[in-house]
């Protein structure tokens, strides 16, 4: 296995030179935020990494007494609790330590880069825990948060159903009431991440159900806290809740993450409590499905980075023909490729998490779908570079290359796929809004184009950069007359394509914003700073001539709304 790597210096760069969260530290400085960041960077290199490939193997286990997590995980997972890494960026009313979103984002990404499975466990508890903190009754919170700060419970979210799939509104558990606030749950959810295991003693389902009153589709749904163990006042377990996994799935990839099938009220004795107001299940579930997409992005993002940097450390050391393979120019191409897009990546997931703290929503909402869809995408296509560039040793498991692309995949498939990220991007957070928010993020990508440091050092890069912004608009015109006329089919076909598209040009964006900055820091830099400094550049240049290209062909595609889709097997 490859030692772990970290390209700290451009973590730091967005965070501190590009996005300046110490501007909203909660009173931190910059330098303790670095060493925030530093001392994690540590954490997961001694505790996390070396758990990826060993827990891989092992896997998540069935057993008649429940779900056993692989046994590298239970010391890791303690001590992430004990150092408080798992109360980083809660409120401090709950014992948490606040920081910056986009700290606790890259903090995140270096957890999930090193072994995304594990990182599933505490991160669904944390996005379960925010739903109970945002929409829970004081009585809720008080039996629930401070033992998932803790890490004696843990977390899911239950929305999956076999029949229903992606179709949420279809779904069929029940919960008939049974009196001050309490429900009769049964029902059969399916793909449930972190659905059972033993690295906590209690796991809090956040599960999606109609009540008898509840209208067909998703807005007669209501959501439902039901415990694996009924609590106690003592905040102690009480007795088994009903709650049984009844399989895990054998999957492609994670495989040291529970993937369960749970059923509910398999005995009838199954109790959940409503959280917040009755038939407002999907509304309260997007506080955690809104978190769930960016981390999705972020686990692409992540796992692209460290893909890249152990492959980087493998060419400068693998010889062939007599020399080593990054004096190859295709080896060399290949890197440069796999840098700029990683680092653009990052970029791009970072300036979206920093979005939260600047309450920019509209912004978020825009760009969330690109993150989470985009990245997964790309990553995907990043980990297939990485295993080429190993050659026959990334296709077998001794660098650990391969398995980068078995648990990349599942970021495109779950949380909504990115055809519907797709559907949502075009047809909610752009038609529906009439443009607004695009023509918003269009003005600042002009504004930054206009800079001077950037008219000087990148006009050919610009011009490929300000043509796709322009047909873009012309793109979305057609759009707009075609959903207009009712030809809504024309422009579902292209709405991939066009997330796509529109993920280039923002994250070609995002390095040029980079590059800029570091051509304002290049005269007073020398030695390694001024290298990194003329990376940063390079990777702008290299994004727009291999991945800002590919813009022209789906251009003229997306141009074309005559697609014959006739299909017969």
């Given at each position: 296995?490859?030692?772990?790597?970290?390209?700290?210096?451009?973590?730091?760069?967005?965070?501190?030179?590009?996005?300046?969260?110490?501007?909203?530290?909660?009173g931190l400085e910059r330098s303790d935020l670095e060493t925030i960041v530093s001392e994690f960077d540590g954490f997961v290199g001694k505790e996390i990494f070396p758990t990826r490939q060993k827990s891989d193997v092992h896997g998540a286990k069935w057993t008649p007494q429940g779900v056993k997590a692989p046994a590298v995980f239970q010391d890791p997972t303690r001590?992430?609790?004990?150092?408080?890494?798992?109360?980083?960026?809660?409120?401090?009313?709950?014992?948490?330590?606040?920081?910056?979103?986009?700290?606790?984002?890259?903090?995140?990404?270096?957890?999930?880069?090193?072994?995304?499975?594990?990182?599933?466990?505490?991160?669904?508890?944390?996005?379960?825990?925010?739903?109970?903190?945002?929409?829970?009754?004081?009585?809720?919170?008080?039996?629930?948060?401070?033992?998932?700060?803790?890490?004696?419970?843990?977390?899911?979210?239950?929305?999956?159903?076999?029949?229903?799939?992606?179709?949420?509104?279809?779904?069929?558990?029940?919960?008939?009431?049974?009196?001050?606030?309490?429900?009769?749950?049964?029902?059969?959810?399916?793909?449930?991440?972190?659905?059972?295991?033993?690295?906590?003693?209690?796991?809090?389902?956040?599960?999606?159900?109609?009540?008898?009153?509840?209208?067909?589709?998703?807005?007669?749904?209501?959501?439902?806290?039901?415990?694996?163990?009924?609590?106690?006042?003592?905040?102690?377990?009480?007795?088994?809740?009903?709650?049984?996994?009844?399989?895990?799935?054998?999957?492609?990839?994670?495989?040291?993450?529970?993937?369960?099938?749970?059923?509910?009220?398999?005995?009838?004795?199954?109790?959940?409590?409503?959280?917040?107001?009755?038939?407002?299940?999907?509304?309260?579930?997007?506080?955690?499905?809104?978190?769930?997409?960016?981390?999705?992005?972020?686990?692409?993002?992540?796992?692209?980075?460290?893909?890249?940097?152990?492959?980087?450390?493998?060419?400068?050391?693998?010889?062939?023909?007599?020399?080593?393979?990054?004096?190859?120019?295709?080896?060399?191409?290949?890197?440069?490729?796999?840098?700029?897009?990683?680092?653009?990546?990052?970029?791009?997931?970072?300036?979206?998490?920093?979005?939260?703290?600047?309450?920019?929503?509209?912004?978020?909402?825009?760009?969330?779908?690109?993150?989470?869809?985009?990245?997964?995408?790309?990553?995907?296509?990043?980990?297939?570079?990485?295993?080429?560039?190993?050659?026959?040793?990334?296709?077998?498991?001794?660098?650990?290359?391969?398995?980068f692309m078995r648990d990349i995949k599942i970021a495109a498939i779950y949380e909504g796929t990115n055809a519907i990220q797709a559907i949502d991007f075009v047809m909610r957070k752009i038609l529906k809004d009439n443009g607004k928010a695009f023509t918003a993020l269009g003005k600042k990508i002009m504004t930054s184009m206009q800079k001077p440091e950037a008219q000087?050092?990148?006009?050919?890069?610009?011009?490929?950069?300000?043509?796709?912004?322009?047909?873009?608009?012309?793109?979305?015109?057609?759009?707009?007359?075609?959903?207009?006329?009712?030809?809504?089919?024309?422009v579902l076909l292209h709405c991939s394509d066009f997330l796509r598209y529109a993920g280039h040009v923002v994250t070609a964006w995002r390095l040029l914003d980079h590059a800029i900055l570091a051509e304002t820091k290049m005269a007073a830099a020398n030695g390694e700073e001024k290298a990194f400094l003329q990376t940063k550049q390079q990777d702008f240049r290299i994004?727009?001539?291999?991945?800002?290209?590919?813009?022209?062909?789906?251009?003229?595609?997306?141009?074309?709304?005559?697609?014959?889709?006739?299909?017969?097997?």
């Amino acid at each position: 296995m490859a030692n772990y790597q970290t390209d700290l210096r451009d973590i730091n760069f967005n965070l501190f030179d590009v996005l300046q969260v110490q501007k909203h530290s909660y009173g931190l400085e910059r330098s303790d935020l670095e060493t925030i960041v530093s001392e994690f960077d540590g954490f997961v290199g001694k505790e996390i990494f070396p758990t990826r490939q060993k827990s891989d193997v092992h896997g998540a286990k069935w057993t008649p007494q429940g779900v056993k997590a692989p046994a590298v995980f239970q010391d890791p997972t303690r001590k992430f609790y004990e150092n408080g890494w798992f109360a980083l960026g809660l409120p401090d009313t709950v014992n948490g330590s606040p920081v910056p979103e986009a700290i606790t984002t890259a903090c995140l990404s270096l957890a999930t880069g090193a072994n995304c499975a594990w990182s599933m466990y505490p991160g669904l508890t944390k996005a379960a825990l925010n739903v109970i903190l945002h929409v829970g009754s004081k009585e809720q919170q008080s039996v629930y948060v401070q033992p998932m700060v803790e890490g004696r419970f843990g977390g899911t979210m239950c929305l999956t159903e076999a029949d229903a799939g992606s179709d949420v509104g279809n779904l069929r558990s029940t919960a008939k009431p049974l009196g001050h606030g309490r429900y009769a749950i049964e029902g059969t959810k399916i793909f449930i991440s972190s659905g059972d295991n033993d690295l906590y003693e209690n796991i809090v389902h956040l599960v999606l159900g109609r009540t008898p009153g509840g209208a067909p589709g998703t807005k007669g749904l209501s959501l439902f806290i039901v415990p694996k163990y009924k609590v106690k006042a003592d905040g102690t377990n009480g007795e088994f809740n009903d709650v049984n996994c009844s399989k895990i799935e054998e999957k492609m990839g994670l495989h040291a993450n529970a993937t369960c099938e749970l059923v509910f009220g398999k005995n009838k004795q199954c109790e959940g409590w409503l959280i917040g107001d009755e038939f407002d299940g999907m509304k309260n579930m997007f506080i955690m499905m809104n978190e769930a997409r960016l981390y999705c992005g972020v686990q692409g993002e992540s796992q692209a980075n460290l893909a890249y940097q152990l492959t980087h450390q493998y060419v400068f050391e693998r010889v062939q023909f007599g020399k080593a393979i990054i004096d190859h120019p295709d080896v060399r191409r290949t890197m440069l490729k796999m840098r700029a897009m990683a680092r653009g990546l990052r970029a791009l997931c970072l300036y979206t998490a920093d979005l939260f703290d600047r309450k920019e929503e509209d912004e978020v909402g825009l760009l969330t779908p690109i993150c989470k869809a985009y990245a997964s995408d790309e990553a995907m296509r990043l980990s297939s570079d990485a295993v080429q560039s190993h050659g026959g040793y990334g296709f077998c498991t001794e660098y650990g290359i391969e398995q980068f692309m078995r648990d990349i995949k599942i970021a495109a498939i779950y949380e909504g796929t990115n055809a519907i990220q797709a559907i949502d991007f075009v047809m909610r957070k752009i038609l529906k809004d009439n443009g607004k928010a695009f023509t918003a993020l269009g003005k600042k990508i002009m504004t930054s184009m206009q800079k001077p440091e950037a008219q000087k050092l990148f006009s050919a890069e610009l011009q490929t950069l300000g043509l796709s912004l322009q047909k873009a608009q012309e793109i979305l015109g057609n759009f707009g007359k075609l959903a207009a006329a009712g030809k809504v089919d024309a422009v579902l076909l292209h709405c991939s394509d066009f997330l796509r598209y529109a993920g280039h040009v923002v994250t070609a964006w995002r390095l040029l914003d980079h590059a800029i900055l570091a051509e304002t820091k290049m005269a007073a830099a020398n030695g390694e700073e001024k290298a990194f400094l003329q990376t940063k550049q390079q990777d702008f240049r290299i994004f727009c001539q291999f991945f800002l290209t590919e813009n022209i062909g789906l251009g003229k595609l997306l141009s074309n709304t005559d697609i014959d889709l006739s299909y017969k097997a």
